[in-house]
């Protein structure tokens, strides 16, 4: 499987050394369930789209610490490009950032959370199952790092996954394209040292509930696996 990455911004290069690039956490999180899948990586947020003649079984966009409601250039061209591979019926999926932004170039509503941010291990529930969520479960916990979430979606979409801190976790766009707010990308160990670079920024007891959260199952694995089998099926329909 060939896959695009829509990369929309870089881990910070304090932590680049130990963890790579967001290139290299897909890379390790894919290929550890399907050693096939091959990613070739565009630099959105430098300004490099996809060429007309790119041809890829799917899409993945990254998570990014801009929001998708910023008015920057990249972020339109984006926008732009995301409804183009709507109206063609090319398989996507969108990680944290990038779930919000397919909901809201599609109409949809993204906004900070009144809560403030989210971190850690968060705790869902699987609202409605499709088929391939194989194994199937009732729970999706989830490594995230976000402030904002998709407060509306759009009428294209189908909510799948939730919590008490974030509603929309999961969406489904007609088995076309999947958002996700969680990072299956993440390693444990990459959020804690993200936690603890921005502890300047996040509340002590938000970092203290997010350090208790990490030592929980994940189902981290699970999604990925989820995720190929979702593109496999959306490049299978004609």
């Not at 989830?142 to 909510?159: F, M, N, T």
């Not at 007891?205 to 496999?232: G, K, M, N, Y």
């Amino acid at each position: 499987m060939k896959l695009g990455l829509l990369q929309c911004d870089d881990v910070v290069p304090e932590l680049q050394e130990k963890h790579g690039n967001y290139p290299q956490l897909f890379r390790q999180a894919f290929n550890r369930e399907d050693p096939q899948v091959l990613f070739s990586v565009f630099r959105c947020h430098d300004g490099e789209l996809p060429p007309e003649s790119a041809a890829m079984d799917g899409w993945v966009i990254s998570g990014s610490r801009y929001s998708v409601y910023q008015p920057l250039p990249w972020i339109g061209g984006l926008e732009d490009f995301i409804r183009r591979c709507w109206q063609q019926r090319q398989p996507m999926v969108g990680i944290c950032f990038g779930h919000q932004l397919i909901a809201q170039a599609l109409g949809g509503e993204v906004g900070k959370h009144p809560q403030g941010w989210g971190v850690g291990a968060a705790f869902n529930q699987i609202s409605e199952s499709r088929s391939w969520m194989q194994p199937a479960g009732e729970a999706l916990d989830i490594l995230v790092s976000h402030q904002d979430q998709v407060v509306r979606p759009p009428s294209q979409a189908a909510a799948l996954a939730a919590s008490a801190f974030c509603r929309y976790f999961m969406l489904d766009y007609q088995g076309v394209m999947l958002g996700i707010q969680g990072h299956p990308e993440f390693t444990r160990e990459y959020l804690l040292d993200l936690i603890d670079y921005r502890r300047a920024i996040l509340p002590p007891a938000r970092v203290r509930e997010a350090h208790c959260s990490l030592s929980a199952p994940l189902d981290d694995r699970q999604l990925i696996r989820w995720i190929l089998t979702f593109l496999r099926q959306a490049c299978a329909k004609p």
